[in-house]
């Protein structure tokens, strides 16, 4: 079946560092490509999304880049704070009806 | 203010028992879905429901039945609960926006001895 690989499972960077999360892909009709982040007892919450038809999307710190021909999305964090510290989970599209297959998610913590 | 709400935030069940969890939303849509997140294994569809009166199966449907009872409602129903099913469920909708964006409830943790 379609999948969604995410690496690395955690992640520890210094505060102020920059911190890169990988995502790959199978289906290759997949064309959105949400990023979401969960907080401890909360829901996951978008922080954000690309499609298919764009290579890059950045919003502040937070930029997103796509290789359709790779089939792998990858999630930047610049200038990281204490309050990213958190899970983050990548997600593909298939189907129709905002079906979304999830990859496995990253804790990422950030050392003061 | 829009949202999913889902009760209750936590239930503890014998093998054998039943429970129904239920879900909510504020935000007028269609669509409505119920998830499992296990550790290591990010989160699974079980059910979804395209518009009231549908229902549909989504990865891991085995052991559970769900209920779309009207626009803003949508449960999910465990009728013999087993410890393979001790989870976080999330009951999730989309925004009205329709921008893709998955709109998720606090989750209900759920365990099974």
């Known amino acids: 079946g379609e999948n969604v690989e995410q690496h690395p499972s955690t992640l520890s960077v210094q505060e102020g560092d920059s911190a890169v999360i990988k995502c790959t892909y199978s289906?290759?009709?997949?064309?959105?490509f949400p990023w979401y982040k969960q907080e401890l007892g909360k829901g996951p919450q978008l922080i954000i999304d690309?499609?298919?038809n764009v290579g890059e999307k950045k919003d502040q710190r937070i930029a997103v880049t796509l290789n359709k021909t790779a089939k792998h999305f990858s999630l930047h964090i610049t200038e990281t704070q204490p309050e990213d510290s958190a899970v983050y989970f990548c997600?593909?599209?298939?189907?129709?009806?905002?079906?979304?297959?999830w990859g496995a998610g990253t804790k990422l913590i950030i050392k003061p | 203010n829009a949202g999913v709400t889902q009760t209750p935030k936590f239930q503890v069940l014998k093998t054998g028992q039943s429970m129904t969890l239920q879900c909510a939303q504020d935000?007028?849509?269609?669509?409505m879905y119920w998830y499992r997140q296990d550790p290591g294994m990010g989160l699974r569809l079980i059910y979804y429901?395209?518009?009231?009166?549908?229902?549909d199966k989504g990865e891991v449907p085995n052991g559970y039945n769900v209920s779309r009872l009207n626009k803003r409602e949508f449960s999910l129903r465990l009728e013999s609960a087993a410890p393979s099913q001790t989870s976080v469920y999330f009951c999730?909708?989309?925004?009205?926006?329709?921008?893709?964006?998955?709109?998720f409830g606090e989750g209900s943790r759920l365990t099974v001895l």
């Open positions: 997600a593909a599209s298939i189907g129709s009806n905002y079906q979304l297959i």
């Open positions: 690309i499609r298919s």
């Open positions: 999730a909708s989309p925004g009205l926006s329709n921008t893709g964006e998955l709109f």
């Open positions: 289906d290759s009709a997949s064309n959105y």
């Open positions: 429901s395209a518009s009231e009166g549908t229902t």
């Open positions: 935000m007028n849509h269609n669509s």
